[in-house]
């Protein structure tokens, strides 16, 4: 067993664990947050790490997608991440099979 102690900023800290338990082998546990009282975006994150033993699930996820035009198109992803990097900026990645390419 790991524990894993983070300190820093809370929306990078969630979304740095949201991607390494997206991306890795190891499933977290035992979560505690302790917010700094002189500044509550400063935060210390702890978890206990386990490897994860069991065949990973794929899901199957629709992404809609609109351009600047208007036009709309979907796309089914499976194993999805969806980090999103700041307000505006967000990466999708996942894989798409296509029988008939």
């Known amino acids: 067993m790991i524990r894993l ?11 740095f664990i949201r991607s390494f338990e ?3 082998n190891y499933q977290t546990y035992s979560k505690s947050i302790l917010t700094n009282k ?3 975006s400063d935060v ?3 978890c206990y790490i386990r490897s994860r033993h069991l065949p990973k699930k794929h899901n199957l996820t629709n992404i809609s997608l609109t351009c600047a035009n ?9 194993d999805c991440q969806i980090v999103q990097i700041e307000p505006d900026k967000t990466i999708i990645c996942g894989k798409n099979y296509d029988i008939f390419a």
Do not use: P
Not at 70 to 78: D, K, R, S
């Open 70 to 78: 208007g036009e709309q198109f979907q796309i089914n992803l499976t």
């Open 22 to 24: 997206n991306l890795t």
């Open 5 to 15: 102690l983070i300190e820093g900023d809370q929306t990078q800290i969630e979304n």
């Open 38 to 40: 002189d500044n509550f």
């Open 44 to 46: 210390r994150f702890s």
